[in-house]
């Protein structure tokens, strides 16, 4: 049975939407923070498309301006280079904040940074929903259930996470953004949403970012083999892009703070993606094993009842529907267009 904590529905608003009605046909000023991502650059599409208002606020550390490029001679669109880590004035009605490195490779790389991003950051955009009297949505993540010892991770599970490990910069960034968020909301009256998003793919992410999928997928059209790390038997749930989005914009327009689990319940070991990627790609592709970095969390799936029944969502697209997708267009990045025979 799905248990409802006092908080899961927006009380900041006392069940009156506080933005005029008729909001969702009303043309917005939408902020997305980490909008030059592979995630943020999804999103930004979605609400273009919409007819929404975009400024995108990004220190392109691992975003790239050409996953925006088509926006730019759109007057509804604006970017702007900026560090989340120091305050920003603007005027919108939502803030997406998703900046923030999500591979492990990236946000190891200055765990430091890293934290000030998850907490400054977060601060900032936080005051800044406060000041303008904006609704905030914060992109969490699956990583604060840590190694969870409780399996399928339910919203409810306070997590597994060990605090001075190396991947602490983003599992306790994570949750302290979340404790901010839920702060603001109880002390300030803000509006605010929170998604805890699983591992997600699709094309636009960083080619060399060393996450599975797209460590896979390069490999396997690079020839090389593919890098198993451990034994392989370790599991994660992979969602597509364009599911993850469709479950933020729900939940930004619904009535729910959340937190809600954002992810594709279907669950693969490694070694079960690998021949997933081998099947897609180049069933002759190797596999290698290599020494597993530490704290990897040994499986990982999400239960997703409550954004079913709260957000009527669930992710449309299976692992064999989504990878090809992927595989297009990492085969026209890595090769260039020319080589790009399957679209
Ligand atoms: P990404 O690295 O592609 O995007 C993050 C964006 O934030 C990049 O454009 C980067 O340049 C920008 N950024 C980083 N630090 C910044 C700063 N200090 N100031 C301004 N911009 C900054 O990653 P993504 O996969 O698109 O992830 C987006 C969000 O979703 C992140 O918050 C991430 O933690 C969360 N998330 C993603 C996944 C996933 O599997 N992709 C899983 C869980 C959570
Ligand atoms: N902030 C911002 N833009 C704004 C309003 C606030 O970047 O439009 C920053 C502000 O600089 C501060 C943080 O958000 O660092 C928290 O702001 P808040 O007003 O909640 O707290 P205070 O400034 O009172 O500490
Ligand atoms: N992994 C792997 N080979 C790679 C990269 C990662 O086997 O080339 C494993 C990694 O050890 C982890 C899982 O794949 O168990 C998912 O790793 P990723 O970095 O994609 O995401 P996260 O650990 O943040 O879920």
Redesign the pocket.
Known sequence: ALELSDYDRDQSSNGVARLPVGLKNKRLRVLV????????SHLVDRLMERGDSVIV????????KDNLVHHFSNPRFELIR????EPIMLEVDQIY???????PV?YKYNPV?TI??NVM?TLNMLGLAKRINARFLL?????VYGDPLEHPQVETYWGNVNPIGVRSC?DEG?RTAETLTMDYHRGLNIEVRIA??????GP???ID?G?VVSNFVAQALRKEPLTVYGDGKQTRSF?YVSDLVEGLMRLMEGDHVGPFNLGNPGEFTMLELAKVVQDTIDPNAKIEFRENTADDPHKRKPDISKAKKLLGWEPKVSLREGLPLMVSDFRRRIFGDEKDTQG
């Open positions: 923070t980490g909008g030059a991502g592979f995630v943020g606020v990004d220190n392109f550390f691992t975003g790239r900026h560090d989340v880590v904040h998703l900046a923030c490195p999500a591979s990236h940074k000030k991003t950051g992109t969490s993540t699956s990583e983003y994570k805890r998003i699983f591992n997600t793919y636009r992410m960083c970012d996450r969602q």
